[in-house]
Nanobody, 115 residues
């Protein structure tokens, strides 16, 4: 079955950077649209960034110019590079895959931006 495993979260100071990774298995990765969502405490889950199988991307307005989503089809991995992090970026970040008729989610990785 499809599995998504995130890594790379952690504690970072404001202005710092992190790179999240999501390793996928159980599917033909190159055919999937991949994305990152996040959910802060007490908030709704929101789309952060998305990349299609054709490598088209879109971003939430709040992260444009700071975050970059990319994919490596040879490694079955999608990345989220996060620069100029702000305290309001603190959330659990989830990897998602739209593949076939299904939508799949990882278990999430915590990102905390704090001094």
């Amino acid at each position: 079955q499809v599995q998504l495993v995130e890594s790379g979260g952690g504690l970072v100071q404001p202005g710092g950077s992190l790179r999240l990774s999501c390793a996928a298995s159980g599917m033909i990765f190159s055919l999937a649209a991949m994305g990152w969502y996040r959910q802060a405490p007490g908030e709704r889950r929101e789309l952060v960034a998305r990349i299609t199988s054709g490598r088209s991307t879109n971003y939430a307005d709040s992260v444009k110019g700071r975050f970059t989503i990319s994919r490596d089809n040879a490694k079955n991995t999608v990345y989220l590079r996060m620069n100029s992090l702000k305290p309001e970026d603190t959330a659990v970040y989830y990897c998602t895959a739209a593949y076939g008729l299904g939508d799949y989610w990882g278990q999430g990785t915590q990102v905390t931006v704090s001094s």
